[in-house]
T-cell receptor, first 112, second 116 residues
Framework: AQKVTQAQTEISVVEKEDVTLDCVYETRDTTYYLFWYKQPPSGELVFLIRRNSFDEQNEISGRYSWNFQKSTSSFNFTITASQVVDSAVYFCAHHSNYQLIWGAGTKLIIKP | DGGITQSPKYLFRKEGQNVTLSCEQNLNHDAMYWYRQDPGQGLRLIYYSQIVNDFQKGDIAEGYSVSREKKESFPLTVTSAQKNPTAFYLC???????????????FGNGTRLTVT
């Protein structure tokens, strides 16, 4: 069965530290997509990235970077030089075969 | 600006009453979704609609109903049959009618429903 595990329920770091959010997925499909979303305190989820299973190239967008490793079924998210505005709940999700499966989310707290 | 509007932000109801949550989008998206979010859990799909006048049950449709009479609107009714309705409800939309979960979702700000 498809499954997404975000083992870190909550992470707390001091501003400017780097932080990595883990995402491990289970799938039997060869074609699939992986997503990361951010949910700030305001409530709406904001799309961050989509990666398809054939593209293992790491992605960098400003302070954000994503490490996709099919060998370990992981799609980890790193924030470099964290800022207070990064405080949010972050969700990883897996899509294949018309199903979108969500992880339970990781609450990230950035302390000033 | 294009987006999704959910109203109200907070809603309080007595047990046994039906309540309707509003969701409107002006993104011209074909697909719309309702999710439920409970503390410490991921999002769970209630209903989705890929086109006007058509909708499908998600993983937890029992006790809920929807309609899709207009492309822009996808209201969700929480009926008295829903055993534990207190939750945060999120509406979303996406482009396209085929393989729609592949497309990124755009979310509203959510409605927090409390039933006592």
């Amino acid at each position: 069965a498809q499954k997404v595990t975000q083992a870190q329920t909550e992470i707390s770091v001091v501003e400017k530290e780097d932080v990595t959010l883990d995402c491990v997925y289970e799938t039997r499909d060869t074609t699939y997509y992986l997503f990361w979303y951010k949910q700030p305190p305001s409530g709406e989820l904001v799309f961050l990235i989509r990666r398809n299973s054939f593209d293992e190239q790491n992605e960098i967008s400003g302070r954000y970077s994503w490490n996709f490793q099919k060998s370990t079924s992981s799609f980890n998210f790193t924030i470099t030089a964290s800022q207070v505005v990064d405080s949010a709940v972050y969700f990883c999700a897996h899509h294949s075969n018309y199903q979108l499966i969500w992880g339970a989310g990781t609450k990230l707290i950035i302390k000033p | 600006d294009g987006g999704i509007t959910q109203s109200p932000k907070y809603l309080f109801r007595k047990e046994g009453q039906n309540v309707t949550l509003s969701c409107e989008q002006n993104l011209n998206h074909d697909a719309m979704y309702w999710y439920r979010q409970d503390p410490g859990q991921g999002l769970r799909l209630i209903y989705y609609s890929q086109i006007v006048n058509d909708f499908q049950k998600g993983d937890i449709a029992e006790g809920y109903s929807v309609s899709r009479e207009k492309k822009e609107s996808f209201p969700l009714t929480v009926t008295s049959a829903q055993k534990n309705p207190t939750a945060f409800y999120l509406c979303a939309s996406s482009i396209g009618t085929t393989d729609t979960y592949n497309s990124p979702l755009h979310f509203g700000n959510g409605t927090r429903l409390t039933v006592t």
